[in-house]
C-alpha cells in the first residue's frame, strides 16, 4: 500500500514538472522561439513573410531579383543566398526597406540596389532603429541626402560593398551613408559614390572604421563634422573633394592609413587627402601624391597636430604663394620619426608649414622643394629638432632646408646638400638661433650663410661644418653675432 502511495506521488509531481515546463515555454516571448522563414515556401513574398514573422525571426530569401518596398516594424533578420546572388531592386523608384520605428534590424549575404527616394532622406534604406550589415552590396541608389543608407540608430558595417550612391540636393550629405549615433564601419569598401560632403560616408558622431576602402568617390571618403572619427588600416585612393580630398573631420585619430592621390581642387582648398578642423593624432601610414589648390597637399590640420612613424611623399600645393606640401598645421605641430620627400610647394614649406612652434624628433626631410621659404620645413615660431635628417631639398628664398622664423634648437641631426638662392642653405632664421651637436656639409647658398644664416645670434655646440659654400659671404655661417665651442670648419667656401 504503501509503495503504491509512493508511486502515485512520484508520477502526479512529474506530471506537474512536464504541466509546468510547458507552461513557460509559452509564457517566453516569441523572439525566445525565434523560427526561419524561405520567401517562397513559407510566405509567397519577403512583405508576407514580414507580416507573418515574429520579432527575433529570420527570413530567408533565395536567390534572384525581387522588387521591393517593404516597412518593417519589428526586428528580423533578412538573409540573402549571397551578396552576389540576392538582389532587392528599387527599380529606381522607390526606397527598398523603411524602418520608422528604432527596432533592430540585421542584414545579410545580399544586394540592395536601384533605391530611389525624391524626399527626404535613405534611398535604399530609412532606419530609425540600430541596424547591422554584413556581407552586403549597396549600389546604384539616389535621395537628396543619404544617397545609400540613412541611419538614426548605431550602425555596425562589415565586410560589406557601398557602390555608385548619390545624395542629390545642392550641399548634399552622405553619397552612400550617413549616420546620427555613434558607429562603426570595418572591411567594407566604398568606391564611385557621389556628392557634396561625405559621398562614402557623411557623420556628426564618434565613428570607428577599420579595413576599409574608400576610392574614386567625388565628395570625399569620410566627413565628420561632429564628434571623433577613429580610422585605422584603411586606404583613401583617388577621391576628391572641395576640402579634404580623402576625408574631412573635425577631430580625428588616423592608424596605419594610406592616402594616395586624392584631391581638393577648388581654388583656395585645403587638405589634397586630409582635412583636419580642429586637431588631430596621426600615427603610422603613407600620405603619398595628393594635391591640393592650397595649404596642405597631403594634410590641412586647422589647429593642433601629433604625428608619428608617416611617411609623406610627393604631395603638392598648386595655387600662387601656397604653403605646406606635405603637411600644413595652424597652431602646432609635434612631429616623430616620419619622412618627409619629394613634396613641392609654390610658396613656403615643401615637406611642413606650421604657423606657430614645431617640435621634431628623428624627422627625415629628403628632396622637397618650396618656392619661397623652407625647402624641408616652415615655422611662423621656433623650430626644436632633435635627430633630424635634411638632405638635398630647396627653396628659392631663404632656408634650403629648415626656415623658422622665431628660431632654431637644432640637436644631434645632419644637414647634407641641402641648397637656396639667397641665405641659408641648410637652415635660416630670422631669430636667434643654438645649434649642438650638428653635422652641416655640403650645402649652398647664394647669398649668405651655405650652411647656416641668422639675422640674430648663433650658438654653435660641438658641431662639425664641412665643405658648405656661399656665393656671397659666409661660406659656412651667416649671423648677427657668434658663440662658437667646440666646432669645426674644414673646407668651407664663400
Not at 173 to 198: D, H, K, V, Y
Not at 460 to 479: C, E, K, W
Amino acid at each position: 500500500m504503501l509503495a503504491r502511495s509512493y508511486a502515485l506521488l512520484s508520477s502526479i509531481v512529474l506530471a506537474g514538472a512536464i504541466l509546468l515546463a510547458l507552461l513557460l515555454v509559452l509564457l517566453l516571448p516569441a523572439e525566445a522561439l525565434a523560427a526561419t522563414l524561405t520567401v517562397g515556401i513559407d510566405c509567397p513574398t519577403l512583405a508576407d513573410c514580414h507580416d507573418i514573422a515574429n520579432p527575433g525571426d529570420t527570413i530567408q530569401i533565395p536567390a534572384g531579383t525581387f522588387p521591393t518596398s517593404i516597412t518593417i516594424t519589428k526586428k528580423l533578420t533578412l538573409n540573402g543566398a549571397g551578396q552576389t546572388s540576392t538582389f532587392l531592386d528599387g527599380e529606381s523608384s522607390h526606397r527598398i526597406l523603411y524602418i520608422p520605428i528604432a527596432v533592430p534590424v540585421t542584414l545579410t549575404n545580399l544586394t540592395l540596389q536601384n533605391g530611389a527616394i525624391v524626399t527626404p532622406t535613405g534611398g535604399a534604406v530609412y532606419t530609425a532603429g540600430p541596424l547591422t550589415l554584413d556581407q552586403v552590396a549597396v549600389t546604384d541608389s539616389t535621395a537628396p541626402n543619404a544617397g545609400g543608407i540613412w541611419s538614426g540608430g548605431a550602425l555596425h558595417v562589415s565586410n560589406s560593398e557601398f557602390a555608385r550612391n548619390e545624395c542629390t540636393a545642392a550641399l548634399c550629405l552622405g553619397g552612400a551613408i550617413l549616420a546620427t549615433l555613434p558607429s562603426e564601419i570595418s572591411t567594407s569598401s566604398f568606391i564611385s559614390n557621389a556628392g557634396t560632403f561625405g559621398s562614402g560616408i557623411w557623420t556628426d558622431v564618434d565613428m570607428t572604421v577599420t579595413d576599409s576602402f574608400f576610392s574614386q568617390n567625388s565628395g570625399g571618403g569620410i566627413r565628420s563634422e561632429g564628434g571623433t572619427l577613429t580610422s585605422i588600416n584603411n586606404e583613401f585612393l583617388g577621391n576628391s573633394a572641395p576640402e579634404g580630398g580623402g576625408a574631412h573631420v573635425d577631430s580625428g585619430i588616423f592608424i596605419d592609413n594610406d592616402f594616395v592621390d586624392n584631391h581638393c581642387l577648388v581654388p583656395g582648398c585645403f587638405g589634397g587627402g586630409l582635412f583636419i578642423d580642429i586637431s588631430g593624432v596621426i600615427s603610422g601610414g603613407q600620405y603619398l601624391d595628393n594635391i591640393s589648390g592650397y595649404s596642405g597637399g597631403a594634410i590641412f590640420v586647422r589647429e593642433t597636430v601629433v604625428m608619428t612613424g608617416a611617411l609623406v611623399a610627393n604631395n603638392s600645393c598648386q595655387a600662387p604663394t601656397c604653403p605646406g606640401a606635405g603637411l600644413y598645421s595652424n597652431d602646432g605641430a609635434i612631429v616623430a620619426n616620419s619622412v618627409f620627400s619629394n613634396n613641392v610647394a609654390v610658396g613656403d614649406g615643401g615637406g611642413v608649414y606650421v604657423f606657430a612652434d614645431l617640435q621634431m624628433e628623428n624627422v627625415t626631410f629628403l628632396h622637397n622643394s618650396a618656392g619661397n621659404n623652407g625647402g624641408g620645413a616652415w615655422a611662423n615660431g621656433t623650430m626644436t629638432a632633435i635627430s633630424a635628417t635634411v638632405i638635398s631639398n630647396t627653396a628659392t628664398n631663404n632656408g634650403g632646408g629648415l626656415y623658422a622664423v622665431g628660431g632654431f634648437n637644432l640637436t644631434n641631426s645632419s644637414v647634407t646638400s641641402n641648397a637656396v638662392t639667397f641665405n641659408g642653405g641648410g637652415i635660416a632664421s630670422l631669430s636667434a638661433i643654438t645649434l649642438t651637436n650638428n653635422l652641416f656639409s655640403n650645402n649652398h647658398a647664394e647669398n649668405s650663410g651655405g650652411a647656416a644664416w641668422t639675422g640674430q645670434k648663433a650658438t654653435i655646440l660641438n658641431g662639425q661644418f664641412n665643405d658648405n659654400f656661399s656665393v656671397g659671404v659666409g661660406g659656412a655661417l651667416g649671423a648677427n653675432s657668434l658663440a662658437i665651442s667646440g666646432t669645426s670648419f674644414l673646407d668651407n667656401h664663400a
